[in-house]
């Protein structure tokens, strides 16, 4: 009796996941329910929204001159946590949790910039959606291995991913952890494979959470072993896209008939998900002549079956993430930096006349003023000088972003022209 329970048990936990399931939608019904979390909802999604156009703006304005926009790779620091894990836990048990969250790190890295080996069937996909082209956030994810927060017994050197001791009890957030991207591994049961907050906030100690038999890939460890058809990462890669900003393609899952989107121009709108391997162009969308993009990261394929997010996605998601980049930590990765530009502004406010002195950068660079809709007012490029002036006479009076980039590097700041 008890062998014909254990297999009718193993055969309800395989079944339960045999299609994606999401929370991110139930998470956070919940959470705007709360005044406070809406409001601040709200506004996050504000500013959200004057970065999104300069950044659809500062695109055409590229394309317009015939030159690709200009590609600032940003670093993010990562802690992984296993809240269920004891932290008395042997050392072969830790190192192999360790190699887990690297394995993911690993996945995350390679789909956020393209460089995934599946990419490649996209050559064979994209003749079935014309104009749509893959995106590359141009963003590197990696474990904070210097300047651990205070009472966490975390040594330098060692990287950051935590045993029984962060995000305990359930946690979605946890504010020891602030300033990370923050990815918690625990049980969530049979209903859902993970969720997140959508968008997150790291200066809140937000987090990603992932189901104990989605995360990583490989071979796992002792209870954290990925399972097919969810055993290559994608999860995460989903998931992730929701913290900055990215809706499913399929929106609300409800159909064709209403107005729901996910935002995004370039991804065809769909009503519903799609699930396990989907053949290229096989799914209508909801505008006549389109097809649905299955192979989506941010629909419900299989794992092996999702490879590629659009580049207007990552133009969303990009624009999130600057708002929120200023948050991350930038002394807590040893050997690389968070790069910015160190420049002053002066005077600030003024008349229109304006300053911009460089102290850290010799080769060429680009200066950007977008006013506070994030309509570009003025651009120079190609110059050396360290001291530049701006004339932003002939501007309104208000507030203003000057944008400086160059290489790997970008620093933004506000001015006002009284």
Not at 104 to 132: L, M, R
Not at 238 to 244: A, I, N, V
């Amino acid at each position: 009796m008890k062998k014909l329970i254990l297999t009718l048990f193993l055969i309800v936990s395989v079944t339960s996941f045999s299609q994606r399931t999401c929370g991110t939608k139930e998470y956070m019904e919940r959470m705007m329910a709360d005044p406070a979390y809406r409001q601040e909802y709200l506004e996050r999604q504000a500013k959200f929204e004057i970065e999104y156009k300069k950044l659809l703006d500062q695109e055409e304005n590229y394309k317009s001159r015939g030159v690709q926009s200009p590609s600032v790779t940003k670093v993010i620091p990562v802690a992984v946590h296993f809240p269920s894990v004891s932290n008395s836990s042997s050392a072969s048990v830790k190192t192999c949790l360790r190699a887990l969250a690297q394995s993911q790190i690993n996945v995350i890295n390679a789909d956020y910039n393209a460089a995934n080996t599946d990419i490649s069937n996209w050559t064979a996909a994209s003749s079935f959606y014309p104009g749509v082209i893959t995106g590359n956030l141009d963003v590197q994810f990696v474990i904070a291995t210097q300047n651990h927060p205070t009472g966490t017994g975390i040594a330098n050197g060692t990287v950051a991913v935590t045993f029984g001791t962060d995000f305990l009890s359930g946690a979605d957030n946890d504010t020891t952890w602030s300033g990370y991207m923050n990815f918690v591994v625990r049980d969530e049961g049979s209903q859902i494979l993970g969720y997140s907050p959508f968008p997150g906030t790291p200066s809140a100690g937000n987090c990603v959470v992932m189901n104990t038999i989605c995360f990583g890939k490989g071979a796992g460890c002792t209870g954290y072993v990925p399972q097919s058809p969810y055993n290559l990462g994608r999860t995460v890669t989903h998931e992730l896209g929701h913290f900055f900003n990215l809706d499913h393609t399929f929106a609300n899952d409800n159909g064709c008939a209403g107005t729901d989107d996910d935002g995004v121009t370039d991804t065809p709108r769909c009503g519903f998900a799609n699930y396990g391997c989907v053949t290229n162009g096989s799914v209508a969308g909801c505008v006549s002549g389109q097809k649905q993009l299955t192979m989506n990261y941010m629909d419900y394929s299989d794992d092996a079956c999702m490879y590629m997010f659009t580049n207007g996605q990552k133009t969303r998601a990009l624009a999130y993430l600057n708002t929120i980049y200023s948050q991350y930590k930038t002394n807590v990765l040893s050997n690389i930096e968070i790069n910015t530009i160190d420049f002053i502004v002066y005077p600030n406010p003024s008349n229109g006349v304006l300053n911009i002195q460089l102290t850290n950068l010799a080769s060429d660079y680009s200066v950007e003023v977008y006013d506070a809709m994030g309509r570009e007012v003025d651009f120079t490029k190609n110059d050396n000088a360290n001291i530049k002036s701006i004339d932003l006479k002939n501007v309104a009076k208000g507030i203003y972003y000057v944008t400086i980039a160059s290489e790997n590097k970008q620093t933004t700041k506000k001015i006002i022209v009284e």
